[in-house]
């Protein structure tokens, strides 16, 4: 099974999500940025991977706070979400067209991938509303 990763990073009861650029079978949609790990990477070494890669900036990695599985084209994937601090805030996109922080009751209105949509699920739990 593929291992899938997403960085998860709060500010002021806010999180981080992406819009992916279209063309993919996810693209238009917001997401939690991580990727796919590659043959020999840990979880959290793809996910720092990611982040240079498609927001340009380091991060470092937390705790494992949720998991799930999902298929793509008929692939199966596991994966995992990771909080995160950000190393910088001045990302630059070559995956996604707009970045921003949302609470998780503005997420619902959001178009998301069915991955994230599990991983929002399960911080409801975690981040309950005060």
């Avoid at 991580?34 to 043959?39: I, R």
């Avoid at 990477?41 to 799930?68: M, Q, S, Y």
């Avoid at 298929?71 to 996604?96: P, Q, R």
Wanted: aromatic letters at 10%; charged letters at 30%.
């Amino acid at each position: 099974m593929t291992i899938s990763t997403a960085g998860i990073a709060i500010k002021d009861n806010k999180f981080l999500l992406a819009l992916r650029l279209p063309g993919t079978s996810i693209g238009e949609s917001w997401e939690f940025p991580g990727g796919k790990a590659e043959t020999g990477e840990t979880p959290e070494e793809a996910l720092i991977r990611e982040f240079k890669e498609e927001l340009n900036i380091d991060i470092v990695v937390g705790k494992r706070v949720c998991n799930g599985k999902f298929k793509n084209k008929e692939k199966e994937f596991e994966i995992f979400g990771f909080l995160i601090e950000l190393g910088s805030e001045k990302f630059l996109l070559t995956e996604h067209s707009k970045i921003g922080w949302f609470s998780l009751d503005e997420m619902a209105s959001l178009k998301m991938a069915g991955s994230d949509k599990q991983m929002v699920q399960e911080l409801k739990y975690l981040y309950p509303r005060e």
